[in-house]
Nanobody, 124 residues
Framework: VQLQAYGGGLVQAGGSLRLSCAAS????????MAWFRQAPGKEREFVTA???????YYDDSVNGRFTISRDAAKSTVYLQMNSLKPEDTAVYYC???????????????????WGQGTQVTVSS
């Protein structure tokens, strides 16, 4: 599975962006998907995840502002980010794991496949 993340950019605080993560490979179904982010000098942190059965998980810092969704026909996962804050500035990575589980985890080592990252910068 190869993941291609795109859609990042520069936005003012309070604005919105939508990130996309396109997956290619033998199959997109049966995968748990997630978004992580990493700011300069910080560890990669969990943002949101979507289980194989489409259960959603959000970090408290983005809950109510960000939405993860999947378009299986396009093998693409989206991250809609609203009410952006300067502290959301980071490189955003999408991740995937082929899993029979109905849950998704919030730590990077659980995921098997990673995209290359897309920069999101929120100005104050």
């Amino acid at each position: 599975v190869q993941l291609q993340a795109y859609g990042g950019g520069l936005v003012q605080a309070g604005g919105s962006l939508r990130l996309s993560c396109a997956a290619s490979g033998p199959t997109f179904s049966g995968f748990a998907m997630a978004w992580f982010r990493q700011a300069p000098g910080k560890e990669r942190e969990f943002v949101t995840a979507l289980s194989r059965t489409d259960s959603t998980y959000y970090d408290d810092s983005v809950n109510g502002r960000f939405t993860i969704s999947r378009d299986a026909a396009k093998s693409t996962v989206y991250l809609q980010m609203n009410s952006l804050k300067p502290e959301d500035t980071a490189v955003y990575y999408c991740a995937a794991k082929s899993s029979l589980s109905s849950i998704a985890r919030n730590f990077p080592s659980w995921y098997d496949y990673w995209g290359q990252g897309t920069q999101v910068t929120v100005s104050s």
